[in-house]
């Protein structure tokens, strides 16, 4: 065997055991990511309540809310969420237990449309997905698949010779065999998902930076001081005046007016400004959060755009395009086509595996020793 | 342990960090014989630029009044009286250093 | 045997999945379940009383050096209605700028992040500060050492 032929041969080593001995918790991790990314819709799909009705004028939000106030006791609103036309506005509200709830009103009829309470499936499987339940520890073996992930990716690269060719030339031979196929699958899948795995690996190793970091210490930063309403600010009244919705949100609207709504925070404390974030329509990458204060209307501060420290930019960035939440539900297709694929490509990895690699581990170690021998 | 998963989870996960908790903190020691220098932050690693310092006598007489630089620092001379460092982020946002504590 | 074993150790990995089955129950129940011991006490701050919850574990040290303790006021429904905030402070605050640490979350649990002195003699006092909407302060006082945690140090 020649030399080349030889390192080629390493090379194909390398990439089979960088993901073979953990290519289950990879399979895993890759399967609840690709459900963490559609969650809101699997939810969607299973929860009539969450459904909006569809076209018509929105009502006021004040209306909303005074709907959702009805119907739930003591329930104090925390924060309105918008996350499309296709969904129902949910409005999450404390109650006296110390926990919340969640309040799916539509927004063109202004009536609540059911009532969840606990942790929301979305909310889990990002849990499941991003820390296997338990942090610190979930999170550091989760952030560190990065790691055999990139490598896969590089040896990949370099073992499939003229991969380009699967771009304009995809062939999968289904008819010769589970090895051919899978193997086939493997490669075409491997190289249309070359910039996903680049994506997730990059975007996945960040949040192991994070922790990282975090926990030696030196926490990365970038944020801007809080902003607060002074006390001096405050009404002197005997019961908490009542905030207009509506017009923090016209406030909002009138120093980003091109922004997608995503989110109201109302704070229950007074020295606390009320929250707005929306994507405006240049950098869906970059949202915006305008801080409103609840009771005189007058925006504190502005965060938007390019207009962040470079630290706080990328945490955003990396964040977005790991989860695929930036562009609506176009780009959480496509991510969730791709993750789907990825997890496709760990579970062909192992067949191939399985089928192929010890036999081929072990006719590498006897050429070694054979050549070893014969230069000894 | 349970407000860090939080935080985190938050930080990274849920919003843009805009939304994160986290607290002020401040340091101050002499750099020579007369002059104290205090540095301000957040414990999420955010500076703290343009943030409120002042330095108060025993008796709540606003000695210096000041705000920290670009460099999140703010320099000044050693009162003769005792006093206490005030960092002052906004309401409940707040750092108390004591006079005895800077060397 | 052992060729049970060659076949089926790398999918060992399988066994990973088992690890979130253990919080699983904690993280549906309808209330989280605390992963720690917790301390609580209800305090009385002129007309209100408000529940104040720690865990009992010892301080945690942060980035800064400092000695940072998480409180956690809990409310009575309608008194968010009258309150402007809650605020703690180890020791008397002595003006209107040090009531000390923000609570901040929602109208019937929020967190505050308390920062205590270095060296703690044991006789310090937790001071809680609720301020109404109306600009008047009502104090509550514990002892620090009874709702400290771990040691008590």
């Excluded at chain 3, 060729?3 to 699983?24: D, Q, T, Y």
Aim: with cysteine.
């Amino acid at each position: 065997m020649s030399d080349a032929k030889s390192r080629t041969r390493l090379w194909f080593l390398w990439h089979s055991w960088l993901a073979m001995p953990i290519w289950a918790f990879l399979f895993f991790v890759c399967l609840t990511g690709s459900i963490a990314v559609f969650s809101h819709e699997i939810m969607w799909l299973f929860n009539p309540a969450m459904r909006a009705s569809g076209d018509g004028p929105a009502m006021p939000v004040k209306a909303l809310v005074a709907a959702a106030e009805a119907a739930v006791p003591d329930g104090r609103v925390s924060s309105v969420s918008w996350g499309g036309s296709h969904i129902a506005v949910e409005i999450r509200m404390d109650v006296p237990d110390g926990t919340s709830v969640s309040a799916w009103v539509d927004p063109v009829r202004g009536v609540v449309q059911g009532i969840s309470s606990g942790a929301s499936f979305q909310r889990f499987f990002r849990a499941l997905h991003g820390w296997l339940l338990i942090y610190p520890i979930g999170w550091y073996a989760v952030s560190l698949l990065g790691i055999p992930l990139l490598g896969a990716l590089i040896t990949g690269l370099v073992v499939y010779k003229r991969f380009w060719r699967s771009f304009y030339r995809p062939r999968i031979r289904f008819s010769q065999g589970a090895r051919v196929m899978w193997g086939d699958l493997h490669r075409v899948g491997g190289t249309w998902s070359i910039w996903f795995l680049a994506l997730m690996s990059v975007t996945g190793l960040w949040f192991l930076v994070t922790v990282v970091l975090w926990d030696l210490g030196m926490p990365l930063g970038g944020g801007k001081p809080p902003v607060l309403v002074a006390r001096a600010d405050l009404p002197v009244v005997e019961t908490a005046p009542r905030s207009d919705l509506d017009a923090i949100l016209a406030a909002a609207f009138a120093a980003v007016p091109d922004m997608r709504l995503r989110r109201v925070i109302l704070p229950a404390v007074a020295f606390v400004p009320a929250e707005v974030s929306g994507s405006s329509g240049q950098a869906p990458l970059l949202p915006d959060t305008i801080q409103v204060n609840p009771l005189t209307y007058q925006v504190m501060d502005v965060s938007g755009g390019f207009d962040r420290s470079p630290v706080h930019l990328t945490s955003i960035v990396m964040r977005a395009l790991h989860t695929g939440d930036f562009g609506g539900l176009p780009v959480k297709l496509v991510w969730f086509a791709f993750g789907l694929l990825l997890t496709l490509l760990v579970f062909s990895g192992m067949m191939i595996w399985t089928k192929r690699t010890l036999r081929a581990t072990a006719e590498w170690r006897r050429t070694r020793a054979a050549k070893e021998t014969s230069h000894a | 342990m349970i407000c860090r998963v939080l935080l985190l989870t938050v930080a990274v996960f849920l919003f843009a960090p805009a939304a994160e908790a986290h607290y002020p903190v401040c340091k101050c020691r002499m750099i020579d014989a007369g002059i104290v220098k205090c540095t301000g932050g957040f414990s999420d690693g955010s500076k703290a630029p343009g943030v409120v310092l002042d330095v108060i006598s025993y008796d709540e007489q606003v000695l210096v009044k000041g705000r920290l630089g670009s460099d999140s620092t703010l320099s000044f001379p050693r009162p003769d009286q005792d006093f206490y460092v005030l960092f002052d982020a906004g309401p409940g946002q707040t750092v108390e250093i004591e006079h005895d504590s800077i060397k | 045997m052992r060729n049970l074993w060659l076949r089926g150790k790398f999918h060992l990995s399988a066994l990973v999945i088992l690890v979130p089955l253990p919080f699983l129950p904690a993280y549906f129940a309808d209330k989280p379940l605390p992963h720690v011991a917790e301390i609580h006490r209800q305090v009385v701050a002129g007309p209100f009383s408000l529940g104040l919850v720690t865990e009992d574990q010892p301080p945690d040290r942060g980035a800064w050096g400092e000695r940072i303790k998480e409180y956690t006021v809990t409310f009575r429904p309608g008194d968010m209605d009258t309150i402007r905030g809650v605020f703690l402070r180890v020791g008397k605050p002595r003006s209107l700028r040090t009531l000390g640490a923000l609570a901040e979350g929602g109208a019937y649990e929020q967190h505050a992040d308390v920062m205590l002195p270095d060296e703690l003699s044991g006789s310090e006092d937790l001071w809680l500060t609720v301020e109404t909407w109306n600009g008047t302060l009502h104090q509550a006082v514990v002892p620090l050492r009874e709702i400290l945690g771990g040691s008590g140090k």
